[in-house]
């Protein structure tokens, strides 16, 4: 399950040394701020599993946090399962992988999901 994948994720060194020093503010900033967002449309944490999406702004989730209605573990997995992290990320791979047609000829979208793993 991806729950218990984000919960083993964030409790690895590197991102404990990288995050638990962090107050909640401080935290989702640097999530959000990672991709330039001050809101997100994501799965419903009530059931991250499911369809059923919501929008939460960066007050929001420092809120949720804060609250004690959502873990940090939480947090992560909203946003990285978010529409925009997912669109950002597509984008950001099908550029890298449009550059490495070696014969200097332009791929088609089809070649390029196929041959780049996106």
Do not use: H
Not at 21 to 47: C, F, H, K, W
Not at 59 to 69: C, E, N, S, V, Y
């Amino acid at each position: 399950r991806k729950a218990a994948f984000t919960n083993a994720f964030a409790q690895r060194t590197e991102f404990t040394d990288a995050y638990n020093g962090l107050t909640n503010i401080e935290y989702v900033q640097a999530l959000m701020g990672r991709y330039s967002l001050t809101q997100i449309i994501t799965r419903d944490p009530a059931n991250p599993d499911g369809d059923q999406k919501v929008t939460r702004t960066t007050q929001q989730l420092i809120d949720d946090l804060t609250a004690a209605t959502l873990t940090r573990a939480q947090v992560l997995r909203m946003i990285a399962d978010s529409d925009q992290v997912f669109s950002l990320e597509f984008n950001r791979r099908l550029w890298r992988c449009s550059t490495l047609d070696i014969s200097g000829e332009r791929l088609s979208r089809q070649d390029l999901i196929r041959g780049c793993s996106i």
